[in-house]
Nanobody, 120 residues
Framework: QVQLVESGGGLVQAGGSLRLSCAASGRTFSSYAMGWFRQAPGKEREFVAAINWSGGSTYYADSVKGRFTISRDNAKNTVYLQMNSLKPEDTAVYYC?????????????WGQGTQVTVSS
């Protein structure tokens, strides 16, 4: 079981920015596509952003396109999510996971997540 540790969340006002980090264990981290997901209060977990094994290709949900940027540093076994122009509807717990196919999570393991709260 691969360990994933999310961090960087917090409480911000609308229009503000946050940078999330996801630190992963494993010597072969660089072989996996990675993704960010989020779960808002009373809602199911949803896909947010994806990045391929090399970091050369990315994909975003329509709701965050143009505002969020996913990146990775394979030498540090870490994937990032830069969030700009935050909106109250971005409020959620944010999780990372490897991707098995398309935007589907590869593992049943989920870390503790990191809370993002955006006030209006």
């Amino acid at each position: 079981q691969v360990q994933l540790v999310e961090s960087g969340g917090g409480l911000v006002q609308a229009g503000g920015s946050l940078r999330l980090s996801c630190a992963a264990s494993g010597r072969t981290f660089s072989s996996y596509a990675m993704g960010w997901f989020r779960q808002a209060p009373g809602k199911e977990r949803e896909f947010v952003a994806a990045i391929n094994w090399s970091g050369g290709s990315t994909y975003y949900a329509d709701s965050v396109k143009g505002r969020f940027t996913i990146s990775r540093d394979n030498a540090k076994n870490t994937v990032y999510l830069q969030m700009n122009s935050l909106k109250p509807e971005d409020t959620a717990v944010y999780y990372c996971n490897a991707l098995r196919s398309g935007v589907l999570p590869a593992s049943d393991y989920w870390g503790q997540g990191t809370q993002v709260t955006v006030s209006s």
